[in-house]
């Protein structure tokens, strides 16, 4: 079989809430394909009703998808054309379909983007952050231990950092950039394009304000956006941090502790608080 008469894969980016999102091309590709490898088929069902098709569907998930690769694989070398679809937005974007294309690439196929909807970049694009660098993390660890080892190890990055957050932990998350980040700016975006799309603004204790004053802030998908670390400057050769540093020590306060009050205080990275810190109390 020629390479010609084989099927191609579109990777087809959907509404991540507006349904009116969905580009003509995309809304085109689903109404032709032979099949639909959907994340949800009762999902993906209801944005094809919307759009007046009924197609072929089957489920891709992350607990089936290597199953799937010999039998899509196969339905391409056929000459069909597939869709992959996840539940809202880019496939492969913190959803399923990576194993997939990364495997069907391997063998040679003909895989094409259908771009459109993307959370984090919708999220970006109003949130008034830099965006000449950016650092998607996606979703952090479930616990707080690792999440706030995540977060420390992020903290020096001096590019705009991007998660995602269920609505389940969005408090808890806040919470640990708050210990990790200080007043860093924050951005948070909840359900965009949707009906309720909010943008929330300010340190990770200002957004944490907000929704014990209206807990409907803790509904919906969130992306959240936090500021770059400042530029790096020469603050812990200066009198007053090394003056502030050894007056915390000689308190008794730990050199952790000591390091994060002095990056509060006067920014910079705690990193080079806590080497400076842990300078003085040894030269003590």
């Known amino acids: 079989m020629s390479e010609s008469s084989k099927g191609t894969l579109y990777v087809v980016a959907t509404p991540i809430g507006n349904l009116d999102d969905l580009s003509p091309r995309a809304a085109k590709v689903l ?16 944005l094809l009703r919307h759009l007046g098709l009924e197609r ?6 992350e607990h ?5 690769v010999d039998q899509l694989g196969a339905r391409l070398d056929a000459g ?11 496939p492969l ?3 399923p379909g990576f194993v997939l294309v990364r495997a ?6 003909r895989i094409v983007p259908i771009p459109g909807p993307c959370a984090l970049v919708a999220g970006l694009c109003a949130a008034g952050l830099p965006t000449d660098r950016f650092l998607f993390v996606g979703f952090l660890p479930a616990r707080s231990g690792p999440r706030r080892a995540r977060l420390d190890a992020l903290c020096e990055r001096d590019e705009t950092l991007v998660f995602y957050e269920s609505p389940h932990r969005i408090r808890d998350t806040l ?5 990790s980040f200080f007043d860093r700016r924050v951005v948070l975006a909840r359900e965009l394009t949707k009906t309720f799309e909010t943008f929330l603004d300010g340190t990770a204790s200002d957004l944490l304000a907000r929704m014990e004053e209206d807990p409907d802030q803790t509904r919906g998908e969130f992306v959240l956006m936090v500021a770059g670390a400042p530029p ?3 603050e812990t050769t200066t009198v007053d941090g090394v003056a502030l540093l050894s007056a915390l020590l000689d308190e008794g306060v730990g050199v952790k502790q000591a390091a994060s009050v002095a990056t509060k205080l006067l920014g910079g990275r705690k990193k080079s608080w806590y080497a400076q810190a842990l300078s003085l109390k040894d030269d003590g």
């Open 56 to 61: 072929p569907m089957l489920s891709l998930h």
């Open 232 to 234: 790096r400057e020469d």
């Open 175 to 179: 919470v640990d950039i708050a210990a």
């Open 93 to 95: 974007i913190c959803d």
């Open 31 to 46: 109404g032709e394909v032979a099949l639909i490898a959907a994340e949800d088929t009762r999902h993906t069902s209801r």
């Open 104 to 109: 069907l690439r391997e063998r040679g196929a």
């Open 64 to 68: 089936n998808e290597e199953r799937r």
């Open 80 to 90: 069909d054309d597939v869709a992959l679809v996840s539940d809202a937005g880019t």
